[in-house]
């Protein structure tokens, strides 16, 4: 392929800035959580403006793969409990599972979903003070995808097609293509929509988590949960090949044999509940 495609894709990531189907709630969300002084309730009166998107936001946050013992009633309350990144992850995951719904994508919320259970699974496994953010950055692991197979069908469908003549994986054909792969295209849309480290790296790397810098546990937890969930074939995030694990990652989540079949045990019966949040 020819060395401008990945100019040129990058130039259409950058010219988009926002994903054009975000609603103006989310654009101003990211903006206002920038703020040192920004309150809860302030986050909270901002999302509930938009009556569908607080709905869902306050339905994940109710979801029983947090386990809160009282019921979350306010956005507020959300954004106190979980922490204002997780809620402005959970709002740009309730607009991302709109478009990948709207497009047909029901495949792939399942695969995104069964990564981020399966991540906050090991995260609190792993002692994480705060295994909410893994959840999030489960949920929008893939979230490049949206950008490559729903705004530019094109490039989706090269793709595609590509990929079945290959029997390789998704992403190799994305690189053999266009020398970019939905993880780079989710790493800049992460940067664009200012989403802290702890987030934008396990987006970036999830396929590559020893490049992580700074959010190495994170990297690390969402790369073997997406691993997990390929084996467990929950979802499809578009091709059927199970990525390789990384020895280095494993190594740092740290499961051992009974940890591990625990995990498993624990996250195939919270699959059972996927089709709820569909």
Same mark, same amino acid.
């Given at each position: ?102 497009? !047909? ?6 695969? $995104?979903? !069964? ?22 950055? !489960? ?18 469908? *090269? ?9 390789? $994986? ?88 009974? $940890?591990?079949? *625990? ?16």
């Amino acid at each position: 392929m020819k060395p401008s495609a990945n100019v040129d894709l990058r130039r259409r990531i950058e010219q988009v800035g926002e994903l054009p189907t975000l609603p103006h709630v989310v654009q101003k969300l990211a903006s206002m959580i920038g703020r040192p002084n920004v309150s809860a309730e302030e986050i909270g009166a901002l999302i509930e403006k938009d009556q569908v998107l607080s709905a869902k936001v306050l339905r994940l946050a109710n979801s029983p793969f947090y386990g809160f013992p009282s019921r979350i009633a306010s956005v507020a309350h959300a954004v106190v409990v979980l922490g204002l990144s997780v809620v402005k992850g959970l709002t740009l995951c309730a607009t991302a599972f709109d478009m990948m719904k709207n497009a !047909g994508m029901n495949d792939l919320w399942r695969h $995104s979903l !069964g990564v981020a259970i399966t991540a906050h699974i090991l995260g609190a496994k792993a002692g994480m003070k705060n295994p909410e953010e893994v959840f999030v950055g !489960g949920l929008l692991h893939d979230i490049g995808k949206v950008v490559l197979y729903v705004k530019w069908p094109d490039v989706g469908q *090269q793709i595609t097609a590509a990929t079945k003549d290959r029997s390789q $994986s998704l992403m190799e054909t994305e690189q053999e293509l266009f020398a970019v792969t939905h993880a780079d295209v989710g790493g800049w849309l992460a940067t664009a929509w200012h989403l802290p480290t702890s987030l934008r790296e396990p987006i970036l790397h999830h396929h590559m988590p020893s490049a992580a810098q700074e959010a190495k546990l994170q990297t690390a937890i969402v790369h073997v949960a997406d691993v997990l969930v390929k084996g467990l074939a929950c979802g499809n995030p578009g091709d059927d090949l199970v990525p390789p694990l990384s020895h280095q990652a494993w190594d740092l989540v740290g499961l051992d044999a009974q $940890s591990l079949s *625990q995990s498993l045990a624990q996250a195939t019966e919270e699959f059972q509940t996927i089709d709820d949040y569909l």
